[in-house]
């Protein structure tokens, strides 16, 4: 295997493009390629797998970028290629990920998932768990309680899950959806795009025992959760303040007609 210079990059792509080249090498699986023209010539923001690429991947690389997809066969060997290499090169797990929060121990969570659950899920194969990071969010409308990251092997739930207004079998059910990730991949439909919430993967999740109690939790609290993560203040559950009214109505019902007895048996104080 050939081990490459970010120059050699730049010396085989100059002679492709016949232009002028700047190479920018980084780790993003997001992007592993992007470029643009800038006077005449390339800058190129590549992932660090190129610098062990074949020369045919490069060749197909410069094709590709002065033609796109009307480049039909270097497009699908840089599209293999992206597949292959980049998505299997191993990726690092955040330092200090760790799946221990101030209220809720992920990895607590996840023992009866794996003992019950996904017992067919060897211990080699199953993710590392998180928490996400401490801030708040910019969101005003939408928030992703949870993700997985099959290149890292990684589960990372959202810090606003981790206080005592969100009940622990909600924080499992969220856990259990990122896991059937891992245990059950993305398919190709028949038009050839992946779908990560695929039939089987569906069936499945709606399996797990408090499934369709935590879809109604988050439907009522999902505006919380938003408020939340964006002010850092507690969760307020949705019916509480319902509840505390009722229960307050009940309290002054009964304080009432303790004094009318009271002012029945020994009349109004002096």
Do not use: C
Not at 3 to 13: F, G, K, M, S
Not at 39 to 57: K, Q, R, S
Not at 141 to 151: I, Q
């Amino acid at each position: 295997m050939t081990v490459r210079t970010p120059l050699d990059l730049v010396a085989i792509l100059e002679r492709e493009l016949e232009a002028s080249v700047q190479v920018h090498v980084g780790r993003s699986r997001s992007a592993p390629v992007r470029g643009r023209r800038e006077n005449d010539g390339w800058v190129l923001h590549l992932h660090h797998a190129f610098l062990e690429a074949d020369v045919d991947v490069l060749v197909a690389l410069a094709a590709w970028l002065r033609a796109g997809r009307r480049a039909r066969r270097a497009a699908r060997l840089l599209d293999g290629f992206l597949e292959t290499d980049i998505a299997a090169a191993p990726a690092p797990v955040p330092r200090g990920a760790s799946g221990i929060g101030e209220i809720h121990d992920l990895d607590e969570l996840a023992v009866p998932i794996y003992d019950e659950f996904l017992a067919s899920m060897e211990p080699s194969e199953r993710p590392v768990l998180t928490w996400g990071r401490r801030g708040p969010s910019r969101s005003r409308h939408t928030l992703r309680l949870g993700s997985y990251d099959p290149a890292r092997g990684l589960v990372r739930m959202h810090r606003v899950l981790d206080q005592p207004a969100v009940p622990a079998w909600f924080v499992t059910a969220v856990l259990v959806h990122e896991l059937l990730h891992a245990a059950l991949p993305p398919k190709r439909d028949s038009g050839g795009r992946w779908i990560a919430h695929h039939g089987a993967f569906r069936r499945r999740e709606a399996e797990w025992p408090e499934s369709a109690r935590s879809r109604v939790w988050e439907k009522q609290n999902i505006r919380g959760l938003i408020h939340s993560a964006r002010t850092l203040e507690p969760l307020k559950v949705a019916g509480e303040s319902r509840k505390s009214a009722r229960q307050a109505k009940v309290r002054t019902r009964s304080r009432n007609a303790l004094d009318w007895l009271q002012r029945g048996l020994f009349g109004d104080p002096a």
